[in-house]
Nanobody
Framework: VQLQASGGGLVQPGGSLRLSCAASGSIFSISTMGWYRQVPGKQRELVAA???????NYADSVKGRFTISRDNAKNTAYLQMNDLKPEDTAVYYC?????????WGQGTQVTVSS
């Protein structure tokens, strides 16, 4: 499984961004897709995840502001991020769980600053 992430950037507090993660390869084996984020000196943390059946999981810090979705026809997962805060600044990584293995895309930087 290969993952290609896109959509990061610089945004002001209160703004919005949408991240995309396109999967290719053995996509039939993907069960869960998700987004994680990491800041220097801290562990990578789960932001949001969606199963193939549509079950959702969000970090408490993003509930009500972020929405994860998945277009199975396009093999793509999205993370819509609204009302962004400076503490959302991080490198965001796309993840896919397939065949009992974790796969990671390249990180995309999200910076929330005025």
């Amino acid at each position: 499984v290969q993952l290609q992430a896109s959509g990061g950037g610089l945004v002001q507090p209160g703004g919005s961004l949408r991240l995309s993660c396109a999967a290719s390869g053995s996509i039939f084996s993907i069960s869960t897709m998700g987004w994680y984020r990491q800041v220097p000196g801290k562990q990578r943390e789960l932001v949001a995840a969606i199963t193939s059946g549509g079950r959702l999981n969000y970090a408490d810090s993003v509930k009500g502001r972020f929405t994860i979705s998945r277009d199975n026809a396009k093999n793509t997962a999205y993370l819509q991020m609204n009302d962004l805060k400076p503490e959302d600044t991080a490198v965001y990584y796309c993840n896919a769980f397939a065949g009992f293995k974790d796969y990671w895309g390249q990180g995309t930087q999200v910076t929330v600053s005025s």
